[in-house]
């Protein structure tokens, strides 16, 4: 499977723990993408990468929050001192740059913070 | 702000009748919208896009109509099929923007097609 694939699957972690999540993109994509999806809610972007630049982030971002993707190929994102309101579904998606809509999507992230 | 909206949580059809997913969008500079599909615990899964410049796509079953002047667009399925129940998610971008693959997502319509 040359998918976009996401680690881990489930993480539950208490409140004011560090939590890192992995993405790995489909090979030949050089754009990444973070998203964060809530119930009832559609993804929301939270920022993007072109190989290992970071290009944008959003103000739902806060400085708790940090991105990485060293060498252009996977990503970490690393939430510290968790909240409760950061309990979601953590989307990783992946694009070439020159058909960057079309975004492919891994399984996520679910995150509950205790 | 709610820039792209689907005000109908969720929609139930027969099967092999038409399905029809609304979408909204107040943001003007949007010039490219996408529906995704979305099984329970996978990513979703792109679908069909539209471009401005454009008012209808079609492919397969699948058809997506733009309503620029109304900022409106709709997603028909037909036949619809009970393997069509996913959730479904409208999204736009400004392509010719600095923010070009930023996709802003609406809440997403529940689609259920009994058999």
């Known amino acids: 499977d040359t998918g976009v694939s996401q680690d881990p699957r489930h993480k539950i972690t208490k409140r004011g723990q560090n939590v890192t999540f992995r993405c790995d993109p489909i090979?030949?994509?050089?754009?990444l993408y973070w998203y964060r999806q809530t119930l009832g809610q559609g993804p929301e972007f939270l920022t993007y990468f072109q190989n290992e630049a970071q290009l944008e982030k959003s103000r739902l971002l806060s400085d708790r929050f940090s991105a990485e993707r060293p060498k252009g190929s996977f990503s970490t994102l690393e939430i510290q001192r968790t909240e409760q309101g950061d309990s979601a579904m953590y989307l990783c998606?992946?694009?070439?740059?020159?058909?960057?809509?079309?975004?492919?999507f891994g399984p996520g992230t679910r995150l509950l913070v205790l | 702000d709610q820039q792209v909206k689907q005000n109908s949580p969720s929609l139930s059809v027969q099967e092999g009748r038409i399905s029809i997913l609304n979408c909204d969008y107040t943001n003007s500079m949007f010039d490219y919208f996408l529906w995704y599909k979305k099984y329970p615990a996978e990513g979703p899964t792109f679908l069909i896009s539209?471009?401005?410049?454009?008012d209808k796509n079609e492919d397969g079953r699948f058809t997506v109509f733009l309503n620029k002047s109304a900022k409106h667009l709709s997603l028909h399925i037909v036949p619809s099929q009970p393997g069509d129940s996913a959730v479904y998610f409208c999204a736009a971008t400004n392509a010719g923007g600095t923010s070009y693959g930023k996709l802003t997502f609406g809440q997403g319509t529940i689609l259920t097609v009994h058999p």
């Open positions: 539209i471009s401005s410049i454009k």
């Open positions: 998606a992946s694009s070439l740059v020159q058909n960057q809509e079309t975004q492919y």
């Open positions: 090979s030949e994509h050089n754009r």
